[in-house]
């Protein structure tokens, strides 16, 4: 007989309408409403959140930021396996955040001592800075390897659901963009954010790209200063302060999150001295560069089978809206004809293989953005009605129309 065909027992499920709601609990706020927003209104007690980014992007930073926020009503517990207590409290100096007395700290790399802390429910939240430096005694692996990751990971998100405790995970990403060692760990939490952006100045971009407890639809964005993480209250202004208008600039309407943002997309175009042409791209996909190239040469007269193209996305933004690909193939048409577009014009739209332009999300949102900023019309796809849009259907009449000057 298979083996457990008479065992187990009975479960006993709950009517839904009788259970008590995650909401109904009480989310701390971190202090940055921007933030509060991307994680669905707050921390959710007994939730486990994975911060990942990149090494020096600002993640120890902006968790120092929140935990002394929310230091000031709940006990907190910063525990770090990366930086001794001095190094944190000089930081927490530095950032003011080391005067609440609700603020505990400890350097600590092992899973179970941390995991049996958050069972003694003495912290409402705790932070472990980062799930890389953790281990098991029962595992005889090195810190930061998969076995190690994922089981400290479990014996840390068992604690914090039955102490109801909140718990953010630090993951360091590698270059790839690839949360280091186990993408299991994304499965594993309840939200996974995303700190993205450039290590060395520009815009930082917080986002959700999972969340049990909202949408993964909200952004938040930030600047280092000298005394930590600011938000950006006004990106598009910020973003095109510095733009002068050239051949191969365009200004593109884009989204992050739900919110617009107009940001500059500059392309350079250049004759290949020998060999293959080189394509790169810098806050924009490469593998999407190269389709909307090989679209730019099938679908219009353009010949650039023998030129080195390059895209940069200004502020340290990466883009995932598919509307950008307009803007950048226009940015590369201007570029390699030498003529720069209308100084009032943003676009936006996606581009499909046949050179047709397609419709994209939110177009009032960009509008409006684009009009609050004083731009005058936009190129884009024949969706909207507004006279602000001067619609175009496919890419070789949106170059001849708007790139004859
Ligand atoms: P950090 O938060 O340590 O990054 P991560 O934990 O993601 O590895 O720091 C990011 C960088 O920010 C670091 O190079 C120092 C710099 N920084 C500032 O510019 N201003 C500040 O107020 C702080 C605290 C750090
Ligand atoms: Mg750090």
């Given at each position: 007989m298979a083996r457990g065909a008479h065992s187990g027992k009975i479960l006993k499920p709950q009517s839904i309408g009788l259970i008590r709601a995650g909401d109904e609990l009480k989310r701390m706020s971190t202090g940055i409403a921007d933030l509060d927003m991307v994680l669905g209104g707050?921390?959710?007690?007994?939730?486990?959140?994975?911060?990942?980014?990149?090494?020096?992007?600002?993640?120890?930073?902006?968790?120092?930021?929140?935990?002394?926020?929310?230091?000031?009503?709940?006990?907190?517990?910063?525990?770090?396996?990366?930086?001794?207590?001095?190094?944190?409290?000089?930081?927490?100096?530095?950032?003011?955040?080391?005067?609440?007395?609700?603020?505990?700290?400890?350097?600590?790399?092992?899973?179970?001592?941390?995991?049996?802390?958050?069972?003694?429910?003495?912290?409402?939240?705790?932070?472990?800075?980062?799930?890389?430096?953790?281990?098991?005694?029962?595992?005889?692996?090195?810190?930061?390897?998969?076995?190690?990751?994922?089981?400290?990971?479990?014996?840390?998100?068992?604690?914090?659901?039955?102490?109801?405790?909140?718990?953010?995970?630090?993951?360091?990403?590698?270059?790839?963009?690839?949360?280091?060692?186990?993408?299991?760990?994304?499965?594993?939490?309840?939200?996974v954010l995303q700190f993205e952006g450039d290590r060395y100045g520009g815009f930082k971009v917080v986002r959700a790209i999972k969340n049990r407890y909202g949408s993964t639809s909200e952004a938040a964005i930030f600047e280092m200063s000298d005394n930590g993480?600011?938000?950006?209250?006004?990106p598009s202004a910020a973003l095109l302060a510095e733009r002068h208008n050239s051949d191969g600039s365009v200004v593109l309407a884009t989204l992050e999150g739900n919110r617009p943002i107009l940001v500059e997309i500059q392309a350079l175009v250049n004759s290949t001295n020998f060999g293959y042409p080189k394509r790169t791209a810098s806050g924009f996909d490469i593998n999407r560069l190269n389709l909307l190239i090989a679209v730019l040469e099938k679908r219009t007269k353009l010949n650039l089978s023998d030129k080195d193209i390059y895209i940069n996305v200004v502020g340290g933004l990466r883009l995932q809206d598919p509307a950008a690909d307009l803007a950048v193939a226009m940015a590369i048409a201007s570029a390699a004809a030498g003529k720069r577009m209308d100084d009032g014009l943003v676009v936006f739209g996606e581009v499909g293989l046949g050179g047709e332009i397609r419709s994209v999300t939110h177009v009032d949102r960009r509008i409006a953005e684009a009009k609050k900023l004083g731009f005058t019309k936009a190129i884009a796809p024949k969706q909207s009605k507004d006279t602000f849009i001067k619609g175009v259907s496919d890419l070789r009449h949106a170059l001849i129309d708007y790139l004859k000057s």
């Open positions: 707050g921390i959710l007690p007994g939730g486990v959140v994975l911060l990942a980014g990149q090494p020096g992007i600002g993640k120890s930073t902006l968790l120092l930021q929140v935990t002394s926020a929310i230091a000031a009503s709940q006990p907190v517990l910063y525990a770090s396996g990366e930086e001794s207590a001095g190094q944190v409290k000089l930081r927490a100096a530095r950032l003011g955040a080391d005067s609440g007395d609700d603020l505990a700290f400890i350097a600590s790399t092992s899973a179970d001592d941390i995991a049996a802390t958050i069972r003694s429910g003495t912290y409402k939240l705790v932070i472990i800075d980062s799930i890389q430096t953790l281990s098991l005694d029962e595992i005889t692996s090195a810190p930061g390897t998969v076995s190690q990751i994922t089981n400290s990971a479990n014996v840390i998100i068992r604690a914090a659901k039955s102490a109801d405790a909140a718990v953010i995970l630090v993951g360091h990403v590698t270059k790839e963009g690839s949360i280091a060692g186990p993408k299991v760990l994304e499965h594993l939490v309840d939200v993480l600011q938000v950006v209250e006004n």
